[in-house]
């Protein structure tokens, strides 16, 4: 089994920056996916960005330039780095890892942009 935790969301202003992290504790392989998706009210979940091995990301439109995936597979976490944000990236952030056909979620992270 595997259980996902995220950390670090809050409120900011427009134009400021956030990051929150995500550590995959259990059964976690050597190749995996993981990413973050986003939840804003009274739309679908998206995806943000996901991240395999430490170098081949992939990004939203809306986010790219602005926010960086990273992680740091000794500790089986990942990073989201936020920057410039804006009040439309209010939403619900949730951790995604991907092994073996298998997906997993965070149980969710709130992050407010006021403007």
């Known amino acids: 089994q595997v259980q996902l935790v995220e950390s670090g969301g809050g409120l900011v202003q427009a134009g400021g920056s956030l990051r929150v992290s995500c550590a995959a504790s259990?059964?976690?392989?050597?190749?995996?996916?993981m990413g973050w998706y986003r939840q804003a009210p009274g739309k679908q979940r998206e995806l943000v960005a996901t991240i395999i091995s430490s170098s081949i990301t992939n990004y939203a439109d809306s986010v790219k330039g602005r926010f960086t995936i990273s992680r740091d597979n000794a500790k089986n976490t990942v990073y989201l780095q936020m920057n410039s944000l804006k009040p439309e990236d209010t939403a619900v952030y949730y951790c995604?890892?991907?092994?073996?056909?298998?997906?997993?979620w965070g149980q969710g992270i709130q992050v407010t942009v006021s403007s």
């Open positions: 995604n890892l991907w092994q073996r056909q298998t997906s997993y």
């Open positions: 259990g059964n976690i392989f050597s190749t995996n996916l």
